[in-house]
């Protein structure tokens, strides 16, 4: 796939109206694969839009950006100005420091003792209050860069924070989260209230996804039939994973919507974990 102007999904409330769009809130995810951006009308309190754009895998930021311009002057948003704007990085350079151990001065260091960073990423760390560490990632600067200049008050945050704030702070107390990607996936162990397990596994097959599960399940001391596992991301119910790993995982389902947000009609097709992390972003 190239770059262009014909989303994947476009899905937009008829409530938008672009000369509303100072009190909207957008959330847009950045993958090395594509990326896709939501919008909230923060009076109303409702979700109002969702669009996708799957791109060349390895895509540069050049790419990225002209189709999110392109996929913003479609609509009329081009120059428009925002309540706020939230940059979702989701690449999979990132590591978990914990809050005792973490000085803003290493943050290179820590990203690697694992990873080998492109030539041309930036690193910076983000506060998980609720998981009480920080977040470090890296990600290309030349993007940052411009995105700081088309919204020099935009937030940057990564898609693993925001899936493990949400893990944090549910109403479940001990459970596992899991957030799939095409080829990947980011799992998050919660045990009696606190974080307990974080890593990135990549498969190629739905036995890959079973194995990785299972394993660090096991490796973390938690029985399949007794621990509640909740998905979210690119996952459908009646797909092979899902019907696979449900024969070893009681508690096996996709993420349901906490419904502290509206969500337009116009979203009633799209499945709720699709936008699962920009729904959290907008919260």
């Known amino acids: 796939m190239t ?16 000369e509303k769009s100072s009190q909207y809130r957008m959330a847009i995810q ?18 109002i839009a969702y669009e996708g754009h799957p791109l060349q895998p390895s895509s540069d930021s050049s790419t990225l950006l002209r189709t999110l311009d392109k996929a913003l002057d479609s609509k ?3 120059g428009k100005d925002f309540d706020s704007v939230t940059c979702i990085v989701d690449e999979r350079i990132c590591a978990l ?12 260091k820590y990203l690697e003792f694992a990873f080998q960073i492109p030539n041309g990423y930036t690193t910076q ?10 977040n470090v990632f890296a990600w290309s600067k030349a993007l940052q860069d411009k ?4 919204w020099p008050k935009a937030k940057i945050t990564h898609s693993s924070s925001l899936l493990i704030e949400s893990a944090m702070q549910s109403e479940t107390g001990t459970g596992i989260f899991i957030n799939v990607r095409r080829r990947d ?7 009696d209230g606190k974080l307990f397990f974080f890593n990135n596994f990549k498969f190629n097959t739905k036995e890959d996804f079973a194995y990785f599960l299972l394993f ?21 119910p009646d797909s092979e994973i899902m019907t696979l790993c449900g024969h070893y995982v009681k508690d096996f389902r996709i993420v349901e919507d906490p419904h502290k947000l509206k969500v337009s009609e116009a979203l009633g097709n799209v499945p709720f974990q699709h936008y699962f992390i920009h729904y959290q972003a907008l919260r």
């Open 216 to 236: 660090a399940m096991e490796q973390n001391g938690f029985a399949g039939q007794d621990t509640p596992v909740r998905l979210s991301g690119l996952i459908q």
């Open 185 to 191: 996936f980011d799992m998050v162990i919660k045990k």
């Open 125 to 134: 760390a983000e506060e998980l209050p609720s998981a009480q560490c920080h």
């Open 30 to 47: 950045f993958s090395l694969d594509g990326l896709s951006f939501a919008l909230l009308d923060a009076q109303a309190q409702r979700l």
């Open 76 to 78: 009329g948003l081009s």
């Open 97 to 108: 420091v914990p809050e005792p151990l973490f000085d803003d001065a290493d943050k290179v």
């Open 147 to 150: 995105l700081l200049a088309k």
């Open 3 to 18: 770059a262009s102007s014909n989303p994947i999904i476009s899905q937009f409330g008829g409530e938008f109206d672009v």
